[in-house]
């Protein structure tokens, strides 16, 4: 059976006619279907209610990178490089807390896995460059390097789930982010970071699936069988799951 993924979008305006849509990343969408996921776009703009029958229909749930969430979840004001997608954030933080109560599969990426984060009462460094000075690596690469270029290296916690994943403890990433993870939330561990310390993964232990990564591994997959890994193990847990309750 393939499990039903719900991959959640982005609001975007269009610059020439000004409607609005729902836009996703096709890499993600290929890489959980290369996994032996069915790939479902959740919409931005749902009612909550919609977005409980929708989500009551899901396998697993996955996060995306993007913009920055809304600073206001964790109690900040926002730093003048932020750049928030509300009806991103009213998407995906139900999203997050309802598949964590439930042990729903959950697998976060980029802004995904800052999401998660804030989203279970976590925080975030808004700005690295301005706010972390003293970092000695570039986390966010210009927009014309290629986007499956590695540009540092992570370590990984050898007891964690993410290990196991992998198959090694230290492994290159690719990184295209100026924030990152600054209090982890409740019951959350940290399992990689890179060189200067800034948290690259996190995992909430004990469950069936709830893991996410600084980096974008769907740029990485097709290249590197390890970041195929996390999407396999993603989208296996989504299944067991599946066969489990029917």
Request: with cysteine; hydrophobic share 40%; proline share 8%.
């Amino acid at each position: 059976m393939q499990p039903l993924i719900g991959i959640t979008t982005a609001s975007s305006i269009d610059p020439n006619s000004g409607l609005l849509y729902s836009r996703a990343y096709q890499p993600i969408i290929r890489a959980v279907e290369r996994a032996g996921g069915l790939p479902l776009l959740i919409p931005t703009g749902l009612s909550e209610s919609t977005l409980r029958a929708l989500y009551d229909r899901l396998d697993g749930v996955l996060l995306p990178g993007g913009p920055d969430i809304d600073p206001a979840y964790y109690g900040e004001e926002a730093h003048p490089t932020v750049r928030i997608d509300a009806a991103r954030d009213a998407l995906e933080v139900p999203l997050v807390r309802w598949a964590a109560q439930d042990d729903l599969p959950l697998f976060g990426i980029c802004r995904g896995h800052q999401v998660i984060n804030v989203a279970l009462g976590g925080s975030l460094i808004q700005d690295i460059p301005s706010q972390v000075p003293t970092t000695v690596l570039a986390h966010d690469i210009p927009d014309k390097q290629p986007r499956d270029r590695t540009t540092h290296d992570v370590a990984i916690q050898p007891d964690s789930r993410l290990a196991t994943i992998m198959g090694t403890t230290k492994i290159g990433v690719n990184s295209l982010h100026h924030q990152a993870v600054e209090r982890a939330a409740p019951g959350m561990v940290v399992t990689a970071v890179s060189p200067d310390g800034l948290v690259e993964a996190t995992e909430l232990p004990g469950r069936r699936f709830a893991l996410s990564v600084q980096w974008h591994p769907e740029d990485l997959y097709e290249n590197d069988e390890t970041m195929l890994r996390l999407f396999k193990e993603f989208v296996d847990a989504a299944r067991e799951r599946t066969n489990a309750r029917a």
